[in-house]
C-alpha cells in the first residue's frame, strides 16, 4: 500500500460528519509539523455547532509566492446505514474501488495534498515557494463558521495569497479530465406576494395573491439575463418553492411565498440582477416583501500561472488535456478568491459524491497526489528561473 492510500484509508476511519471533524485536522497538522508547517487552529461557531478550522503554513521567504492547499474534513450525513454495503466509516475495497463517505467529497485529496507535500519537500528542502494549507469542518454545513472565518483573519493579518488549490472532486471519468477554474455565484431571494384572503365562492370580496403573482412569474421564467461568456455559462432563475393557502380549500390565501435562486455568471451582479427582478414586480403592480440573501460572488481564473501549471501537471502524470468548466454548485474557492487571485478546483472523479456506498477509484488516487506534486515542482523551477 502506498502512502496516500494509507493515509486516505485513515481519515475515512474518522467519522467527521459535519460540522464535527473527527479529529482530522489533528492527524494532517501532526504531518505537516514534521515538514516543518506552522499549525493554527481556529473554532469558531457555537459549542452546540463548533467548527475546526485549520491554517498550516510553511515560509520560505517573505518574498515567494505562496500555494495554499484547500479543503473540508466534513463529511455530509451517512444517510440509511442498512443501505450501505459495508459500515460508511470502515474503509473497504472491491472491484478496484475504496469505498466509505468521504472518499471522494473530498478525504482522498486531503491525503494527496499531504503526501505531495511530504514527497515535494523531501526532494526539495528550500523551495522558493511557500506551502500552506487550509482546512475546515464546515463545508458541507451552513458555511459561516468554516474557510470565510480563516479568510477574514488571514485577510486581517496582510497574508498575501498567490495560488490555490482547492480539492473538490471535481473530474468526470479520470482524476485530471476536469478542472474547475470558477464557479457562478449563488443569490436567493424570499418575495411575499400579499393579496386579500377571503370565501373562495366570492372572489371579488378577496385579492388572490397567487393569481397576481402568476402572470409575473411567467416572464421572469422567459427573461435571459445574460448570454454567459466564453468560460461560463447564461445566468439562470428557478424557483425552489411555493408557499400559498390555508390547507382549506374554500379560502382564497392573503399572501403566497416563492422561494427562488439565481446561479450567475460574471457577466451579471446582485444589483443588476435584483433590479431586474424588482423591476418586473413593479410592472405588474404587486404589493410584496423581498429578502435577498447572496451566497456567494462568481470567480474566475483565466489560463494563467496556476491553471497552466495544473494542466501541464495532468498531461505529465496521465496524458489528458484537462477541460475548463466552471458549471456545477458553490465551493468554498468563492471564499479564498476574495482574498486570493488564482483559485482553481481538482479533485478525483465524482460520480458518488453525497451518495450511498460513496467510493474512489483506486487507480484514481496516486494520480491525484502527483499532479498535486508536480505542481508544486512546476511553479518552484518557474521562481527560480
Known sequence: MNETLTLTEQLLKLESVTPNDGTCQKLIAQRLTACGFTCETMVSGPTSFSVTNLWAHRKTSGTAKTLVFAGHTDVVPTGPLSEWTTPPFTPSHRDGKLYGRGASDMKTSLAAFVVAIEEFLAATPSPQLNIALLLTSDEE???????VIVCNALKARGEVLDYCIVGEPTSVHRTGDMI??????????????KGVQGHIAYPHMAKNPIHLVAPALAELVGIQWDCGNDFFPPTTWQISNIHGGTGASNVIPGTVVVDFNFRFSTESTPQSLQAGLIGVLKKHGLEYDLAWTIGGLPFLTTPGTLVDAVRDAITAETGLTAELSTTGGTSDGRFIAQICPQVIELGPPNASIHKINEYVNVADIEPLKNIYRRTLEILHHQASA
Do not use: E, F, I, Q
Not at 474547475?180 to 406576494?193: D, E, I, P, Q
Open 141 to 147: 454545513g451552513p458555511g459561516v463558521d468554516g474557510t
Open 180 to 193: 474547475k477554474n470558477g464557479r457562478r455565484g449563488t443569490m436567493s431571494g424570499k418575495l411575499t406576494v
